[in-house]
């Protein structure tokens, strides 16, 4: 009986060494299982009851019943000490430092572009035009055959640009616009659009292979190079201040006559200096007879310039490649 009883103890003493050394819960739990487990050591002890002689079985169970108690005991309270460390590593973890400035949201904001084409509409909404837009990808007629351009014409060359087909490209001038209005629109009619233009051009601080155009026009009985002075005076305020004043001279587009450019100077822009901005003129005659509109009754101008010039002039900004570029340290000059 005594080697029975030493044996049991023999066990104890491995499970209580084993709980002793184990540094963690999941440790813990490997013990639990090798002793106390269905086929932990103890607990296989008592399978072997049968084997033990009559009279001394109750002092077997009862001495392998100790033994579990107090592995038992011993493996309950190394498991809370040993729980207690790990929850305060895994709360140390897991701090959130309060203190640390939170994660800033950024709100979005219309680009300068798009803020330079709302003060344009204003503008032309306010004169009584109508707002009007016509296709990017363009048809070769609108784009150069309507506007008065004959074939083979050098003016085209300086308008060169990216086509798809023979017949249609990417527009080059915010101008098409008015054979789709001639078309459909008798006068009088005032229209302006702000479009999107591309030229195959190379890239500089001035130019750009995609660009954009304001284009305006008005035809009506009586309208004069006057209307169109007055019309760019007030456009000119309306975009640098009160007042900028327009000067023409004479130029060539095939849909004017006579045709101008124009620039404006205005005391608070590069000391006066008179700034280019774009191209003008009555609307040839040539044009309004093919969309059948009576050029004894009728007469119209038209000027267009481009949007980025606006800003850039405006605000000094030095390069027109940042427009296209969105380096939000650039955009967000312009809340
Ligand atoms: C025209 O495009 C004419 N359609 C303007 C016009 C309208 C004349 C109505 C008469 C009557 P021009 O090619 O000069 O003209 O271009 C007008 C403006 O567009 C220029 O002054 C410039 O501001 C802008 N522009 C032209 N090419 C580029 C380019 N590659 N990059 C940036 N802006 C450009």
Known sequence: MSTTLDAINAIEERALSALGCASSTSALRDVEAAYLGKKGELSL?????????NDERPAFGKAVNEAKFRVQQELDSRHATLKA????????????DISMPGRRSTAGREHILQLTTNKIKEFFVGLGFEYRESPEL????????SLNYPEDHPAMDEQDTFYVTDDVLLRTQATALQGHVFENIKPPLRMFTVSRT??????DRTHSH??????AFMVDEGVSM????GTLNAFASAMFGGEAKVRFRP??????EPGVDYAISTPKLFGGKWVELGGA????????????????????????LGVERIPMMATGIDDLRHFLENDLRFLDQFA
């Open 45 to 53: 002890l008592m399978g072997e009851l049968g084997k033990i002689p």
């Open 138 to 145: 363009e048809k070769f007629e609108y784009n150069f055959t």
């Open 85 to 96: 460390g790990e929850r305060a590593e895994q709360f140390e973890r897991e701090r959130i």
């Open 226 to 229: 006057a209307h169109l002075k």
């Open 281 to 304: 003129g009555m609307i040839h005659p040539n044009i309004l007879r093919r969309y059948g509109i009576d050029t004894e009754r009728y007469t119209g101008w038209a000027f267009g």
């Open 198 to 203: 591309f030229r195959n051009e190379a890239v």
């Open 210 to 215: 995609t660009f954009h155009q304001v284009d």
């Open 251 to 256: 130029d060539f587009f095939p849909f004017v």
